[in-house]
């Protein structure tokens, strides 16, 4: 119902110019593993010495932590701090690191030592010194405010800490009474200033600073602990923060759910807050990506990066300045109230992303305040920009049990496969509705019994980095019943592969990737676990695809990234189970089809 509204909205708004994204082409790289899981952590970069900092949170047995890890943001090593000073168990806290006077400090506000119901949130704010690994209670006057899932982000402007929103205390079942103060905090001085009273009153919100702009940024949160917020903050830094208002943004785009508890961080090169997971309901939670891209001047777009992940929320994301990247530090709950250890990277395209024209501006003032209805079907959602409708033909669905396969032309081994033809009549589609190929573009199964990893002859290839040859893999002996050899769009996201029929092994199978596609994912089924091969040939030249492997989950399981257009090719031992291959366009896009095969390894 929210999603109907907005695309109203949008309808009757005025459209913008075309314009050109800074991010896209994502997708979530494992990156290394904390020593011990954790949820609702906090943390922060140390961008001069390329480290990053994870304090506390809550484990798998639900104990609040003390441990303080050091990531390496070169090595990817990770290693626990041995600090002394005093024990400082928190979770639901802030963190922010200063540098004063080349002297490197983790700050730590609010936040609780507890996780039963109406526990008091702290009020002690506590420095560690990175130097000597020494914790201290930092003295603050102003009257520090005892608060707990506030929203925490370091002004460089001003060099001071802005903290907003939050909760007193754990409340009943999670649910509590917002906050809507901002305070701010001069770590040098100790002093605390009390900003505006009226800000927006959440908690389980994100902030980040905003560098382009000077302002601090706020994102989703929660009014009530039951349902999330769509809405985008903005204090302008312009001026001292303690005298800014914080007013609602103007965004555009396909608006993302509303959330709370997710992660978030500003990402500096490609000038986009990014986004992930959380909440849309208690006990709701997300496994979605996007980017609200500001690359452009006046306008703050949001953006599916199609980067589906795992079903997670607490989770601690943080900017890597040395490899421009999002980390997600902490793996958060993926189940339930269970911790993860697990530390992803978001890896993106370094160069602009074509993207069709602009979607209108939606005022904050237009989006509606209904609470999301958990029992909605993912076909009641608005389509994201990277749904589009698919140029391909109706899907081509090979054996089923009763039909009757005519001899190949040209092949000794047995039959091939044909094409069931389209519905005919007043008969309902059994897929989604198609838009008919425009002329020039109808596909038929390319089923040449090529190898997958071996380039086109016509091909131009790069002698130093082409890949040594494989055997052919051999067509099969009987045809699989109920699966595909072309993709069935909407394929752009994980989530949308479950629903769509499997591809047929041993067989090629074709596919698009035109103008505005994010990526295709192609179902895999296998009755019996072994070693899965798949290969990526015929891309179009000057492109160049890349081959990805994930489970249900959406744990990346291989890869393969050559360069230019030499073919693709993967191996990896797996169960029984689902899977999906991600065909992913790292550089450009054509409407000249690719060819995907896989089979599982005698």
């Not at 943001?73 to 990770?78: D, E, Q, T």
């Not at 800490?161 to 305070?183: A, H, Y």
């Not at 109706?394 to 081994?413: A, D, F």
Request: overall charge negative.
């Amino acid at each position: 119902m929210v999603g109907s509204a907005l695309l109203l909205t949008a309808a009757a708004s005025t459209q913008l110019p075309p314009m050109q994204a800074q991010i896209g082409g994502c997708r979530w790289e494992a990156d290394g593993r904390l020593p011990v899981p954790v949820a609702d952590a906090a943390g922060d970069v140390d961008a001069l010495r390329g480290m990053a900092y994870v304090h506390g949170g809550v484990d798998r047995d639900g104990v609040v932590r003390n441990e303080v890890f050091r990531v390496d943001l070169k090595s990817g090593a990770v290693e626990r701090m041995i600090t002394s000073g005093g024990n400082v168990t928190r979770w639901a806290h802030g963190a922010a690191l200063v540098d004063p006077g080349g002297k490197p400090q983790l700050l730590i506000l609010g936040g609780n030592t507890a996780t039963a119901d109406d526990f008091p949130a702290e009020k002690r704010v506590y420095t560690l010194d990175l130097a000597g690994s020494r914790w201290a209670i930092t003295p603050v006057t102003g009257g520090m405010p005892a608060v707990q899932d506030q929203a925490v982000a370091f002004d460089p402007l001003h060099k001071v800490l802005v903290m907003q929103g939050g909760r007193t205390s754990n409340g009943v079942d999670g649910i509590s009474v917002p906050q809507g103060e901002t305070f701010v905090l001069d770590p040098a001085t100790g002093q605390l200033t009390r900003g505006q009273r009226d800000g927006p009153a959440l908690y389980g919100h994100t902030m980040v600073y905003d560098a382009g702009r000077k302002r601090m940024l706020v994102y989703g949160g929660t009014p009530d602990g039951k349902k999330g917020s769509p809405l985008v903050w903005e204090l302008s830094l312009e001026a001292a923060p303690d005298r800014g208002v914080w007013r609602a943004v103007s965004v555009s785009g396909a608006i993302p759910q509303p959330r709370f508890n997710h992660g978030a961080a500003y990402d500096a090169a490609r000038q986009a807050m990014v986004i992930f997971g959380g909440q849309k309901i208690q006990n709701d939670s997300l496994d979605d990506t996007w980017a609200l891209d500001l690359s452009t001047s006046g306008l703050a777009v949001w953006r599916d990066l199609a980067a589906p992940h795992q079903k997670r929320a607490s989770v601690l994301m943080l900017y890597d300045p040395i490899r421009g990247d999002v980390l997600q530090i902490s793996g958060g709950r993926p189940l339930g109230d269970q911790s993860s250890r697990d530390i992803f990277r978001l890896v993106c395209n370094a160069v602009p992303t074509a993207t069709d024209d602009a979607p209108p501006i939606i005022a904050p003032t237009q989006l509606p305040t209904a609470t999301p209805d958990p029992t909605a079907t993912p076909d009641a959602r608005v389509p994201t920009p990277t749904e589009h409708p698919t140029n391909l033909p109706p899907p081509v669905t090979i054996g089923t049990p009763t039909s009757t396969m005519p001899p190949p032309v040209g092949s000794p081994t047995g039959p091939a496969p044909t094409a069931s033809p389209p519905p005919t009549g007043g008969a309902a589609p059994t897929e989604p509705e198609r838009r008919p190929a425009p002329a020039g573009r109808i596909l038929l199964p390319l089923l040449l019994l090529r190898s997958p990893i071996q380039a086109d002859p016509g091909k131009p290839a790069d002698p130093a980095s082409t890949p040594p040859p494989t055997p052919a893999i051999a067509p099969p002996t009987a045809t699989p019943p109920g699966c595909v050899i072309a993709e069935v769009e909407p394929n752009d996201r994980l989530t949308d592969t479950w629903d769509r029929p499997p591809l047929c092994p041993d067989l090629p199978a074709i596919g698009i990737l035109d103008q505005g596609d994010g990526g295709d994912y192609l179902r895999v089924t296998l009755a019996e676990g072994g070693r899965l091969q798949v290969g990526l040939a015929d891309i179009p030249s000057g492109r160049d695809y890349d081959l990805l492997l994930y489970n249900y989950e959406g744990q990346s399981l291989g890869s393969s990234q050559q360069p230019g257009n030499l073919p693709e090719s993967l191996i990896a031992d797996v169960a029984a189970g689902e899977y999906a291959i991600r065909v992913y366009p790292s550089i450009g896009r054509s409407p000249q089809p690719y060819e995907i095969r896989w089979r599982i390894a005698p």
